[in-house]
């Protein structure tokens, strides 16, 4: 089994670093020459491959529009697995099933990153108990699918949580997407920046996923639109209701607002 | 010198243990026999003070109301030095200096906690490297100042921040108080609690706090009310804007907006 990633930044070259250290062959593509030499240096890859056209699986591990001109044009051996990585779902299964193709999709989310990006952030451990989601619908090919799985398990992650894309795509808009966006906008109080020596544990995890990479950030957003826009005007509306306690000075509201979100945490938390 | 600490909750009772661990005599005040005799039993005190009039110094660790009754109707020792922990200071200090006192006093924020709360959560290593600010003013009396210091220096502080009362308050808006509402209604997406297995370290960092005691923290944000408003204005503001650009389909806005945070973040941590 001939294994290719495409891709060599902190996901795709942890892929290949975790694969490779389970014992499979992996090659490395990626645009710059520098980056692959990184890789091979450090272990992360057995070779570098230019296409896919001999490859058993592939692994798209690029920006969603990248991975939407991939899977639309890119030439792939007839039967080929192909996976993605993206944090959105939805538009790349719509754009792989409208038409027929000579290999079979899989729609993957690795639930793991960092706050930095690329090459020297990636390791054969980033994945380590994490999760990872495998999206399907009828159209999945069911042994490509076990195939992933068997790599995911491989790579050290923890669990296998399988959904549709269009839950995945509902669910990440809350659990990831509207946090940058949150952390993003939080840091920019004019007074945060005079703040250090205050700062304790709420304000760091509050920023903490703040400086995000603006153009994959975006893409991903615009992949997702409507749920993040459902998020966002749902979270604008309820710390509202909070501004709106305080303006009025009414003490009991405020504390039934609280009450409520503690309460609800705690039904979280038992429900995990 | 005599030390007594009242209410022995997380911080006070920490207080106590940290101090006693430096070599400090410390005794116990709280309404509660039970609370007491698990200080006693677990080392945290030398023994109960029903009164704080042979006390030298006072640390008053109890919410902001009952703080602010003891500041202005208890029986302190002419001179005694008695320090608040509250986690707002304007309305202390104004009360304080709104008449003669017979005692001197000193505003703290200790800047440690844990998600919970009470003695059980209590330990003489909580500050070790925290955080520990003062407020002061034109009043505040300068040995009384250096004593509290001194004993903070002992419970294991990192680090003395001097501010004024309204810098303090102005500034724990942003890097407390108004961290708390946002993780407090995040959590209350109706997505959130379907969410397991979708949730990296992002979700976790945005909703960490959201469990607070609603009754202490809706008293915090009432004393420190103007500033906590405008804080949780201004979020709500720049909320908006990623919200338009996501309602207009402008993903030119979006990366600038994400840009600027980005920046904004790298600007603070330089900062540091």
Redesign the interface.
Known sequence: MKIVVSGLGIIGASLCASLRAAGYPVYGKNRSENVVEYALEHGMIDGEEKSYEDADVVFLALPPAVTMRELDTAKFKDGAIVADICGVKGVLERLVFSRPRNYRYVGTHP???KETSGIRSASATLFKG??F?VTSCERTDPDALETVETLARAMGFG?I?HCTAAE?D???????Q??????????????????????????Q???????????L??EL??CN?ES??E??????E??????DA??S?D?EK?????????E?????RR??
Chains 1, 2 share one sequence.
């Open positions: 639930m793991a990153g994490a999760n989601i669990r949580v995945h509902r669910k990440i808009a809350i659990t990831s509207l946090a940058h966006i949150v952390s993003n906008a939080y840091v920019k109080s004019p007074y945060a920046a005079k703040s250090w020596g205050f700062t304790g544990g709420s304000f995890d509050m920023t903490r996923i703040a400086g995000v990479d603006e153009n950030w975006t957003y615009f639109r993040l826009l998020e966002t005007e749902g979270l604008i309820r710390l509202t209701e909070y501004r305080l303006a000075c003490e405020m504390r039934a607002l609280l009450r409520e979100g503690r609800k945490r705690e039904e979280i429900g995990r």
